[in-house]
């Protein structure tokens, strides 16, 4: 649906309250009061059938018997009356709907039925968006306008704040009163029936006036839209959230080892950091991190220096430092000796810098200022506690003249209680985020790092890895879907690893023994040291049944193991069939890691990737990482770099190095694999070894979803994100003959797309984005390369010329955020002017757009502009010439037939 629709609940003229009581104590006695006391502009129509008026306000008895439609309609009624004001909402042209009502799926199954039937009606008017039910309302300030039964209106500010919870609100509510936070928009979403958090942060997203957005998350719906819409957010402003119910018992329905290690919370975790948001853990660390973020002063790293007045806060603070993952950064020795000139003899000597309990104004602005020179220092906590001779305001007067001369980032900690609230006040005014306890201050700054370096990854370019594979992907996942996937839920060990293997990632492949002999024969086969394995449909983890024997060396060992895993798995699965063993050959280990890899479908998120510490050990230490597929380099490294193991992997103490760019390689693979099969409900390889030449899974198993099997599920749809669309990759010609391939652009192309923006005339580049523009920076360049495959797609021509890939043109569609408009550009470089390659590109991306149900593509240039002007009227484009000398272009790409 439409968020533009959303206009009605944001931006009414004229409101209903459906359901609203005399009494000035209830739900709607006071958002009533709170419209008509708050200064709301447009008008309230109450609606009681049981009353003529409310509150001393004339009151309608129905939603048909007001004198204009609403825009919005309140519905405050008992629960099971919610369905049948709906459709009356819905015949009378409402647009928007906000249900406080509560007594739906909250309070179990019965709830959970009616919130069906309120769901089917809604689904009748699709013009109609709705909030809610179980919600405490919507509050947009700039309006004064309060739909909501919270008390007062709270201050206007540039931050949008949205929560699941309604209780929480309130008290949010109280500490921005208190802190002097305001809000361009403050909603509690309920039960999310249609309006959900992609939505909102969607259309707060079109909004200059909001700065930043706050989450309050126990759980996500829509799980595309939320990563589509927080990742086209993120890029420009920040989101900060919150996540409740951290730690549910899900992980014990998990069949394989994948399936227990990837927990909820690690794939909100992970989603979240995909995302670019940043994560706070604690309900009150949200305002002091979104008051840090909104001083527009980010630290380029993580050097963090102290100076303070007393030990203890100091150590307070490190205390809290280490607890979340940072470290005080080592001053130079040239900081030393300029702290050692003017400072009493038994200051501290290094970070944290005390500069004792007697320190005056002036010595803390020398040492902050000699510290803040420091080349490590990012940034800068000033502690000062009260003491008979401090000078609180007079050190925060000049800590603030301190900061006008500094790019970095300088926090404050003015330890105390009513004696600092001048202090703070000064620190306000000055842009200088202060702290009523060091500890409060790490936690934000910690955040801030994080998040800073969270989306540095994101955007850091990718080294280009080839890929390619031995057999035709489609062939292979037809054949599975056909043959392999229906005859188990299970796949035997076999098939699992053929499937790996054909992506090509390196395994050991098994021989079915159905007899001792088979298995000695097998094993000669193989060549000793060999593998056993119990070969069962039923059977996942084969060590825990008693199915596994290692390193057996000569004929008499397999047979002895072969007759003892038999009587061990019957002994402890007794229902299993059991088909024979598995023969394989036993790889050498030494000096290798045992590491685990996997899929997981996690039913909100979809496909997931995970790599950590293996072997039996895996879900003991819990060292893993999770990961949303599609990888690229930059992704699978930094996976692997947050594990704890990352060390042994890179030579501890002496040891040889591993092959990290195979790992990267084989992680990348598993992606592809991940991306083609939505039927695989778990994968599991463990386990992986890792040595200084190789990486070789040595066990894998697959767990089948049956239920996507038999459905015929659209392509990608169990993904969050869209993968590089590979089938949009074809080959065509200019008119002089040069063979040119249309594709999408990556992440990779980063050097390739500078390259061909530097090779472009001020003329060329003026007509594509209509300024001066500036684009010889990774920060811009990331804009255009790393993109979001369902909103966007930016098709590049490629050329090869002395044996070397170049480009040489790029269309872009940028859609809006319902997918109706998409917004088009083309440049070509000055050399390839002239040769067609506008026609392809533009008529290629017409093609595109209307494959992906965009209802009209529009594009301006200018009236010099003629050859683009004369492509467009080609193209069968409507043509408008405006007086300023600009021309707008547009194309419906599908008839309208009402």
């Known amino acids: 649906m439409s968020i533009k629709l959303l206009d009605s609940i944001f931006r009414p003229k004229r409101i209903a309250l459906i359901g609203v009581s005399n009494d000035p104590r209830s739900v709607g006695g006071i958002t009533l009061k709170n419209l008509v006391g708050g200064g709301f502009p447009g008008v309230v129509y109450p609606i009681n059938p049981h009353r003529e008026a409310v509150m001393g306000i004339f009151c309608y008895p129905d939603i048909k018997s007001v004198p204009k439609t609403p825009d919005m309609a309140v519905i405050m009624t008992q629960a099971d009356q919610v369905p049948d004001i709906i459709s009356q909402c819905g015949e009378a042209g409402i647009k928007g709907v906000v249900i406080m009502s509560a007594g739906f799926k909250e309070i179990g199954e019965r709830g959970r039925k009616l919130e069906e039937k309120l769901e ?83 259309y707060f997203g079109q909004d200059p006036n909001t700065k930043s957005i706050v ?66 853990y604690e309900i009150g660390d949200i305002f002091d991190f979104t008051d840090l973020i909104g001083r527009k002063r980010v630290p380029k790293g993580k050097g963090l220096a102290l100076v303070t007045n007393a030990g203890g806060p100091g150590v307070m603070a490190i205390d809290t430092l280490i607890a979340q993952g940072g470290k005080l950064v080592d001053l130079s020795t040239e900081t030393i000796k300029k702290l050692d000139d003017f400072l009493p003899p038994y200051w501290s000597q290094g970070n944290p810098v005390d500069i004792l309990g007697d320190a005056t104004p002036d010595r803390f602005v020398k040492a902050t200022d000699i510290v803040l020179q420091d080349e490590g220092v990012d940034a800068v906590l000033v502690i000062l506690t009260p003491q008979a001779m401090t000078q609180p305001t007079k050190t925060a007067s000049a800590i603030a003249r301190l900061s006008e001369n500094t790019s970095k980032l300088i926090m404050a900690a003015w330890l105390g209680g009513a004696s600092m609230h001048e202090s703070m006040q000064v620190f306000n005014n000055a842009g200088i985020p202060v702290y009523s306890t060091p500890e409060q201050a790490i936690r934000a700054f910690m955040t801030l790092t994080r998040y800073s370096v969270n989306l540095q990854t994101l955007y850091e370019t990718p080294k280009e890895i080839p890929v390619s594979f031995s057999y035709d992907r489609d062939e292979i996942r037809k054949r599975y879907q056909k043959e392999i ?84 798995v019957s002994e402890k699965e007794p229902k299993a069939k059991i088909e024979g063993v598995t023969v394989q050959k036993m790889i050498k280990t030494r000096n290798g890691i045992e590491m685990i890899m996997g899929i997981k479908k996690d039913p909100i998120f979809g496909t997931l990737i995970l790599v950590g510490m293996g072997g039996m050990t895996a879900e003991l230490f819990k060292d893993h990482r999770l990961e949303f597929p599609p990888l690229n380099q930059t992704l699978a490294l930094q996976m692997l770099k947050q ?167 790029v269309g872009r569609n940028i859609s809006d955020p319902d997918m109706e408009i998409a917004e088009y550009a083309v440049l070509v470089t000055d050399d390839w002017q002239n040769k067609d390659l506008g026609y392809l590109l533009t008529s290629y991306c017409v093609e595109i757009a209307k494959n992906a149900g965009i209802k009209r593509i529009v594009a301006e240039t200018t009236r010099d502009n003629r050859p683009m002007v004369t492509l467009f009227k080609k193209l069968g484009f409507t043509i408008i010439y405006n007086d300023d000398g600009s021309v707008s272009v547009h194309k419906d790409l599908f008839e309208d037939k009402t």
């Open 215 to 280: 989450l309050y998350v126990e759980s996500i719906s829509d799980a595309r839209r939320f990563m589509s819409a927080a990742r086209a957010f993120a890029r420009k402003k920040p989101i900060i959230v919150f996540k409740s119910g951290r730690f549910p018992e899900s992980a014990a329905a998990a069949a394989s080892h994948i399936g227990g290690l990837a927990s909820e919370d690690f794939i909100y975790d992970a989603a979240f950091r995909r995302a670019g948001l940043a994560r706070v």
């Open 485 to 568: 996937f229906p005859k188990s839920k299970i796949l035997t060990e076999d098939d699992a690893k053929t499937l790996i293997s054909d992506y090509g990632i390196p395994t050991t492949h098994p021989i079915v023994a159905r007899s001792e002999d088979e298995a000695v024969k097998h094993a000669h086969e193989k060549g000793y040291p060999v593998v056993l394995k119990i070969h069962s449909p039923d059977i996942l983890h084969k060590s825990d049944a008693g199915g596994v024997a290692l390193n057996l060396k000569n004929d008499e060992m397999v047979r002895a193991a072969y007759r003892h895993i038999l009587e061990a």
């Open 643 to 809: 594990l704890k193991i990352w060390p042994l992997l890179e030579g501890y103490r002496n040891s040889e190095p591993k092959n990290v760019d195979k790992l990267i390689e084989v992680l990348i693979r598993l992606s592809y694999l991940a991306a083609d099969f939505p039927e695989i409900k778990e994968l599991d390889m463990n386990p992986v070894i890792v040595t200084a030449e190789d990486v070789i899974a040595l066990d894998a198993q697959i767990v089948v979803d049956q239920e996507a099997l038999q459905k015929k599920l659209p392509e990608f749809s169990h993904l969050v994100l869209r993968p590089y669309p590979e089938r949009l990759i074809k080959e065509s010609k200019l008119k002089d003959g040069t063979k040119v391939i249309l594709r999408p652009i990556k992440p990779e192309d980063e050097p390739l797309w500078l390259e061909m923006l530097s090779s472009c005339s001020k003329e060329s580049i003026y007509s594509r984005f209509r300024h001066d523009f500036f684009f010889d920076s990774h920060e811009v360049a990331t804009q255009f390369c790393f993109i979001d495959y369902d909103r966007e797609i930016g098709i590049v021509a490629e050329v090869e010329i002395d044996g070397r890939k170049k480009l040489i043109g």
């Open 120 to 202: 089917e009606q809604i689904a009748k008017f699709p013009d109609m968006r709705v909030i809610g039910p179980n919600c405490l309302g919507v509050i947009v300030p700039g309006m004064n306008m309060n739909v909501s039964f919270a008390d007062g209106l709270p201050n206007k500010g540039h931050l949008a704040f949205i929560s699941q919870s309604g209780a929480l609100c309130t008290s949010v509510l109280d500490w921005a009163k208190e802190a002097k936070i305001g809000f361009s928009y403050f909603v509690s979403i309920g039960n999310t029936v249609d309006v959900n958090f992609g939505d909102l942060i969607d």
